[in-house]
T-cell receptor, first 112, second 114 residues
């Protein structure tokens, strides 16, 4: 049973545009919300993460926005580049049992 | 170099055979995980372990088994009871407990059952 819902499933953005991926969760025991980036044939790698006591975190062109009351968080990629083309996963970690649950992923394609 | 190593990268097995996927980490992490990745399904949790000699079922544990005899190792056995074992399998590890506990992934094992 998926406890983290991610949308859209796929996304096409022009070079230089903003890519936005959304996630929603239900379990209030989640206390850590990472985003992972995965290239074909490789394992996912951490991109950026946020704790629920922060509403926004920015690292370079990547920003996480977090809405605790709505139980939603999103990834914004500014000035999207062809090298950003990959699959992105949101995730949530349960602090009580270390369980990490992933969304179904978003395949992002940046047009050159 | 610290990291998490999965082997082999590609694995072919005949239907009905059990197969064991290796996962080793030298990051001194307490928690380890096995995920299965299928197109359009994301990463689905098979088993995870918070400590040596203990592990819990994830969302799709049926047809799989694991052991955690050492902190560094968390092998996954795909048994003949798994109905559709062909998939990309990912192992991960992370520090245990609350806080910013990044999970590190291996490069995956692609299992094909013929």
């Amino acid at each position: 049973q998926q406890q983290v819902k991610q949308s859209p499933q796929s996304l096409i953005v022009q070079k230089g545009g903003i890519s936005i991926i959304n996630c929603a969760y239900e379990n209030t025991a989640f206390d850590y919300f990472p985003w992972y980036q995965q290239f074909p044939g490789k394992g996912p790698a951490l991109l950026i993460a946020i704790r629920p006591d922060v509403s926004e975190k920015k690292e370079g062109r990547f920003t996480i926005s977090f809405n605790k009351s709505a139980k939603q968080f999103s990834l914004h990629i500014m000035d999207s580049q062809p090298g950003d083309s990959a699959t992105y996963f949101c995730a949530a970690k349960d602090y009580m049992d270390d369980k990490i649950i992933f969304g179904k992923g978003t395949r992002l394609h940046i047009l050159p | 170099d610290g990291g998490i190593t999965q082997s082999p990268k590609y694995l072919f097995r005949k239907e009905g055979q059990n197969v064991t996927l290796s996962c080793e980490q030298n990051l001194n992490h307490d928690a380890m995980y096995w995920y299965r990745q299928d197109p359009g399904q994301g990463l689905r949790l098979i088993y995870y372990s918070q400590i040596v000699n203990d592990f819990q079922k994830g969302d799709i544990a049926e047809g799989y088994s694991v052991s955690r005899e050492k902190k560094e190792s968390f092998p996954l056995t795909v048994t003949s009871a798994q109905k559709n074992p062909t998939a990309f399998y990912l192992c991960a590890s992370s520090p245990s407990g609350a806080g910013d506990t990044e999970a590190f992934f291996g490069q995956g094992t692609r299992l094909t059952v013929v």
